[in-house]
Protein backbone atom coordinates (compact mmCIF):
# COMPACT_ATOMS: atom_id res chain seq x y z
CA UNK A 1 0.00 0.00 0.00
CA UNK A 2 1.05 3.74 -0.75
CA UNK A 3 1.88 6.04 2.65
CA UNK A 4 3.72 9.83 2.40
CA UNK A 5 5.92 11.11 4.49
CA UNK A 6 6.75 14.37 6.02
CA UNK A 7 9.20 15.65 8.34
CA UNK A 8 9.66 17.49 10.67
CA UNK A 9 6.13 17.41 12.00
CA UNK A 10 6.79 20.70 13.85
CA UNK A 11 9.14 23.12 13.69
CA UNK A 12 10.17 26.63 15.09
CA UNK A 13 12.51 28.81 13.04
CA UNK A 14 14.07 32.36 13.60
CA UNK A 15 13.60 35.00 10.85
CA UNK A 16 15.39 35.12 8.21
CA UNK A 17 16.60 31.40 8.65
CA UNK A 18 16.70 28.92 5.92
CA UNK A 19 13.96 25.93 5.35
CA UNK A 20 13.86 22.41 4.13
CA UNK A 21 10.41 20.53 4.78
CA UNK A 22 10.46 17.08 2.91
CA UNK A 23 7.99 14.69 1.52
CA UNK A 24 8.66 11.27 0.47
CA UNK A 25 5.97 8.83 -1.27
CA UNK A 26 6.45 5.11 -0.90
CA UNK A 27 4.61 2.08 -2.79
CA UNK A 28 3.82 4.12 -6.03
CA UNK A 29 6.01 5.40 -8.80
CA UNK A 30 5.60 8.78 -11.20
CA UNK A 31 2.82 10.70 -8.48
CA UNK A 32 1.92 14.03 -9.07
CA UNK A 33 3.03 16.06 -5.77
CA UNK A 34 1.95 18.97 -4.25
CA UNK A 35 2.85 21.86 -1.66
CA UNK A 36 0.31 23.31 0.17
CA UNK A 37 0.36 25.96 3.05
CA UNK A 38 -2.82 26.23 5.48
CA UNK A 39 -2.66 29.75 7.22
CA UNK A 40 -4.22 29.69 10.74
CA UNK A 41 -5.73 26.13 10.53
CA UNK A 42 -7.89 27.33 7.79
CA UNK A 43 -7.96 27.48 3.80
CA UNK A 44 -5.68 25.39 1.60
CA UNK A 45 -3.64 26.90 -0.71
CA UNK A 46 -1.34 25.41 -3.43
CA UNK A 47 1.86 26.48 -3.45
CA UNK A 48 3.85 24.17 -6.02
CA UNK A 49 2.95 20.35 -8.09
CA UNK A 50 5.18 18.47 -9.76
CA UNK A 51 3.94 15.91 -12.58
CA UNK A 52 7.74 14.46 -12.60
CA UNK A 53 11.16 15.09 -11.89
CA UNK A 54 12.80 17.86 -12.08
CA UNK A 55 9.29 19.88 -12.88
CA UNK A 56 7.89 22.26 -10.48
CA UNK A 57 4.64 24.69 -11.28
CA UNK A 58 4.78 27.79 -8.92
CA UNK A 59 1.13 28.54 -8.12
CA UNK A 60 1.84 31.54 -5.87
CA UNK A 61 4.86 33.84 -6.38
CA UNK A 62 6.82 33.86 -3.12
CA UNK A 63 9.49 33.58 -0.31
CA UNK A 64 9.43 29.79 -0.86
CA UNK A 65 10.75 27.19 -3.77
CA UNK A 66 10.37 23.15 -4.13
CA UNK A 67 12.29 21.10 -5.68
CA UNK A 68 12.02 16.71 -6.52
CA UNK A 69 15.70 15.31 -7.00
CA UNK A 70 13.75 12.06 -7.31
CA UNK A 71 10.28 9.97 -8.57
CA UNK A 72 9.26 10.14 -4.63
CA UNK A 73 10.52 12.91 -3.13
CA UNK A 74 9.43 16.64 -3.08
CA UNK A 75 11.04 19.06 -1.19
CA UNK A 76 10.06 22.89 0.06
CA UNK A 77 12.78 25.22 0.81
CA UNK A 78 13.56 28.76 1.87
CA UNK A 79 16.57 30.65 2.17
CA UNK A 80 15.11 33.27 4.54
CA UNK A 81 11.94 33.01 6.29
CA UNK A 82 9.61 35.72 6.79
CA UNK A 83 6.93 35.52 10.25
CA UNK A 84 4.29 34.99 6.85
CA UNK A 85 6.03 31.78 6.24
CA UNK A 86 4.44 30.47 9.65
CA UNK A 87 1.66 27.26 8.56
CA UNK A 88 0.81 24.42 8.55
CA UNK A 89 2.44 22.93 5.18
CA UNK A 90 0.73 20.14 3.34
CA UNK A 91 2.13 17.19 1.18
CA UNK A 92 -0.33 15.48 -0.72
CA UNK A 93 -0.11 12.92 -4.42
CA UNK A 94 -2.04 11.94 -6.59
CA UNK A 95 -1.31 8.38 -7.86
CA UNK A 96 -2.27 9.27 -11.53
CA UNK A 97 -5.13 11.22 -13.77
CA UNK A 98 -7.41 7.64 -13.40
CA UNK A 99 -7.58 8.30 -9.83
CA UNK A 100 -10.28 10.22 -7.60
CA UNK A 101 -8.51 11.29 -4.16
CA UNK A 102 -5.55 13.15 -3.01
CA UNK A 103 -3.54 11.76 -0.34
CA UNK A 104 -2.15 13.71 2.27
CA UNK A 105 1.14 13.35 4.24
CA UNK A 106 0.40 14.09 8.02
CA UNK A 107 1.78 17.67 7.61
CA UNK A 108 4.55 20.24 8.95
CA UNK A 109 3.68 23.08 11.53
CA UNK A 110 6.13 25.76 10.90
CA UNK A 111 6.42 28.69 13.27
CA UNK A 112 8.68 31.54 12.57
CA UNK A 113 9.30 33.54 15.13
CA UNK B 1 -8.12 31.79 -12.16
CA UNK B 2 -10.82 29.65 -10.54
CA UNK B 3 -11.72 30.25 -7.21
CA UNK B 4 -14.14 28.23 -5.04
CA UNK B 5 -16.16 30.03 -2.60
CA UNK B 6 -17.03 28.05 0.26
CA UNK B 7 -20.15 29.14 3.41
CA UNK B 8 -20.44 29.42 6.00
CA UNK B 9 -16.82 29.48 7.31
CA UNK B 10 -18.46 28.17 10.62
CA UNK B 11 -21.34 26.83 11.81
CA UNK B 12 -22.04 25.75 15.66
CA UNK B 13 -24.71 23.26 15.87
CA UNK B 14 -26.49 21.15 18.90
CA UNK B 15 -26.16 17.29 18.42
CA UNK B 16 -28.52 16.20 16.67
CA UNK B 17 -29.10 19.14 14.77
CA UNK B 18 -28.64 19.09 10.87
CA UNK B 19 -25.88 21.23 9.08
CA UNK B 20 -24.97 22.10 5.53
CA UNK B 21 -21.99 23.59 3.89
CA UNK B 22 -22.28 25.34 0.45
CA UNK B 23 -19.58 25.43 -2.30
CA UNK B 24 -19.85 27.46 -5.55
CA UNK B 25 -17.03 27.91 -8.49
CA UNK B 26 -16.90 31.04 -10.58
CA UNK B 27 -16.46 28.45 -13.47
CA UNK B 28 -18.18 25.30 -14.81
CA UNK B 29 -16.27 22.03 -12.81
CA UNK B 30 -15.54 18.68 -14.07
CA UNK B 31 -15.65 16.91 -10.68
CA UNK B 32 -15.80 18.55 -7.33
CA UNK B 33 -13.91 17.02 -4.00
CA UNK B 34 -14.90 16.68 -0.59
CA UNK B 35 -12.42 16.69 2.34
CA UNK B 36 -12.67 16.47 6.25
CA UNK B 37 -10.33 17.50 8.21
CA UNK B 38 -10.28 16.49 12.29
CA UNK B 39 -8.93 19.04 14.41
CA UNK B 40 -4.59 18.95 13.95
CA UNK B 41 -4.96 16.57 11.70
CA UNK B 42 -4.76 16.57 7.50
CA UNK B 43 -7.73 16.57 5.33
CA UNK B 44 -9.22 13.00 4.36
CA UNK B 45 -11.14 12.73 0.88
CA UNK B 46 -14.80 11.86 1.82
CA UNK B 47 -16.16 11.72 -1.96
CA UNK B 48 -16.19 12.59 -5.71
CA UNK B 49 -18.96 14.01 -7.66
CA UNK B 50 -18.88 14.05 -11.42
CA UNK B 51 -22.43 14.05 -13.24
CA UNK B 52 -24.62 17.01 -13.58
CA UNK B 53 -26.99 16.38 -10.59
CA UNK B 54 -25.58 13.91 -9.01
CA UNK B 55 -26.38 13.05 -5.72
CA UNK B 56 -24.66 10.39 -3.06
CA UNK B 57 -25.19 9.17 0.05
CA UNK B 58 -22.37 8.25 2.74
CA UNK B 59 -24.99 7.04 6.00
CA UNK B 60 -26.02 10.98 7.16
CA UNK B 61 -23.72 12.59 4.68
CA UNK B 62 -25.41 13.85 1.20
CA UNK B 63 -23.64 15.53 -1.12
CA UNK B 64 -24.92 17.45 -4.25
CA UNK B 65 -23.77 18.68 -7.52
CA UNK B 66 -25.23 21.42 -9.19
CA UNK B 67 -26.88 21.27 -12.79
CA UNK B 68 -24.73 23.26 -14.31
CA UNK B 69 -21.67 22.11 -12.28
CA UNK B 70 -20.51 25.58 -10.25
CA UNK B 71 -22.17 24.43 -7.31
CA UNK B 72 -21.95 21.38 -4.45
CA UNK B 73 -23.31 21.39 -0.99
CA UNK B 74 -22.86 18.14 1.57
CA UNK B 75 -25.46 18.05 4.37
CA UNK B 76 -24.98 16.25 7.92
CA UNK B 77 -28.27 14.75 8.95
CA UNK B 78 -28.05 14.31 13.09
CA UNK B 79 -24.74 15.85 14.12
CA UNK B 80 -22.82 13.98 16.24
CA UNK B 81 -19.83 14.83 18.08
CA UNK B 82 -17.28 12.56 15.49
CA UNK B 83 -18.41 15.36 12.90
CA UNK B 84 -16.40 18.14 14.23
CA UNK B 85 -14.23 19.32 11.87
CA UNK B 86 -13.38 21.15 8.97
CA UNK B 87 -15.17 20.37 5.21
CA UNK B 88 -13.90 21.20 1.99
CA UNK B 89 -14.71 21.49 -1.04
CA UNK B 90 -12.07 21.10 -3.63
CA UNK B 91 -12.99 21.81 -7.66
CA UNK B 92 -11.40 20.32 -10.90
CA UNK B 93 -11.51 22.88 -13.70
CA UNK B 94 -9.79 23.40 -16.99
CA UNK B 95 -6.60 21.66 -15.40
CA UNK B 96 -6.24 17.89 -14.46
CA UNK B 97 -3.26 18.45 -12.40
CA UNK B 98 -4.67 20.65 -10.29
CA UNK B 99 -7.44 20.78 -7.26
CA UNK B 100 -8.89 24.54 -6.08
CA UNK B 101 -10.05 24.41 -2.57
CA UNK B 102 -12.68 26.23 -0.47
CA UNK B 103 -11.96 28.16 2.50
CA UNK B 104 -13.99 25.14 4.48
CA UNK B 105 -16.46 25.39 7.11
CA UNK B 106 -15.54 24.62 10.19
CA UNK B 107 -18.25 22.26 12.06
CA UNK B 108 -18.56 22.36 15.89
CA UNK B 109 -20.96 19.95 17.64
CA UNK B 110 -22.29 20.97 21.23
CA UNK B 111 -22.78 17.90 23.39
Known amino acids: SQTIHQWPATLVQPVGSPLSLECTVEGTSNPNLYWYRQAAGRGLQLLFYSVGIGQISSEVPQNLSASRPQDRQFILSSKKLLLSDSGFYLC????????????FGPGTRLTVL | GQQVMQIPQYQHVQEGEDFTTYCNSSTTLSNIQWYKQRPGGHPVFLIQLVKSGEVKKQKRLTFQFGEAKKNSSLHITATQTTDVGTYFCAGRGGSNYKLTFGKGTLLTVNP
Open chain 1, 92 to 103: AWFPDLGYNEQF
